[in-house]
């Protein structure tokens, strides 16, 4: 993952990271990803999940997980928390999360 970023094309606005979950660190490089919309994945540690809210035109969201039904709805609460911090919603904004297992 490390320089995805900066190789990216300014205009990648879809993502899917398949094979193993995602660490903190391909996380956070993603996250630099300013025109990502659609990303699929899967996170090594689902309390990281807050971290999606700096990609701000994040429409769809896929995760997949193995974690414990309960952690996952709880992260995605802390995700859902943040992007209202980040985001201006407005009557058109959207997001979709799925949990894939």
Known sequence: MEGLAQQAPSKLDNLT???????LEDLME???IERLKNLTCGLVDVNTMYHLAQLTQLK???IT???PRPD???AVLRLYEAFKENI????????????LD
């Not at 990271?17 to 660490?23: D, E, K, L």
């Not at 919603?89 to 799925?98: M, N």
């Open 60 to 62: 769809v969201l896929t």
């Open 30 to 32: 993603i996250c630099t």
């Open 72 to 74: 996952f709805f709880e």
């Open 17 to 23: 990271v398949g094979g193993s979950p995602m660490s």
């Open 65 to 67: 997980s193995k974690h």
């Open 88 to 99: 201006a919603v407005s009557d058109k904004s959207y997001l979709t999360i799925c949990c």
